[in-house]
């Protein structure tokens, strides 16, 4: 029997505990340490159990496993993060300001009607690009006018609506950008920030290194 998990759960290692994102559900959630321990070792390949019926139920009550086609039973993995943008930001190109500022209201919306699940579906399907970028093509100011526009619209704690938004806006302009989950322990806390390459777009190094990525749409 091959356990894997479900589309809608990922999850990371934060010092050596393990904390999983169900976006369905729309919640974190982490393990007692028995049922964590089985899950490390169907994590190394081992085999424990044959029928649903034998998941203890403290693995079971979670729905973190689903037998057959799904997802490897492995943490979410990123890109190294080296550099922000906000440390040296460029200058906005107001330009997208307008765009930008329907694509907040539009991701807003769209998590009060259809949730962070359907949202991040859409999302992780192919966006047809409005433009074809050319060589000296620069997500960078964009990113830039879409801080500014953020320090008008929408507070920095709002990190979902502000990502999935700008994520969103720059891949439709060919921009091959990751939007990035992630997760820390004592105390528990959740971000989101959008990456190119190893430099991130909307937040500041030193906080962005505080979490562990556990989901990359």
Excluded at 48 to 67: Q, W
Excluded at 91 to 120: E, Y
Excluded at 136 to 146: I, L, Q, T, Y
């Amino acid at each position: 029997m091959v356990w894997t998990l479900p589309q809608s759960i990922s999850f990371c290692d934060v010092h050596g505990r393990l904390v999983f994102l169900d976006s369905a559900a729309d919640l974190y959630l982490s393990l007692p340490e028995p049922a964590e321990a089985v899950f490390r070792r169907l994590m190394a390949g081992e085999t424990i159990f044959g029928a649903a019926s034998d998941i203890p139920p403290g693995l079971a009550s979670a729905g973190l496993l689903v037998e057959g086609e799904g997802q490897p039973l492995a943490p979410c993995k990123s890109a190294d993060i080296r550099a922000s943008l906000l440390d040296q930001p460029p200058a906005p190109d107001n330009r997208h300001v307008p765009g930008l500022a329907i694509a907040l209201a539009r991701t807003a919306l769209a998590l009060r009607l259809i949730g962070l699940d359907r949202t991040l579906r859409r999302l992780s399907r192919r966006i047809p690009a409005l433009s074809t970028l050319d060589a000296n093509a620069d997500a960078g100011p964009v990113a830039a006018a879409f801080e500014r526009l953020g320090m008008l619209a929408t507070p920095h704690e709002q990190c979902l609506v502000r990502s999935l938004a700008l994520g969103r806006y720059l891949r439709r302009r060919g921009f091959a950008v990751d939007i990035v989950f992630g997760a820390r322990l004592r105390p528990f806390s959740a971000h989101a920030w959008v990456q190119l390459g190893d430099t991130v777009l909307n937040d500041q190094l030193d906080t962005v290194r505080n979490f562990t990525p556990i989901r990359v749409v």
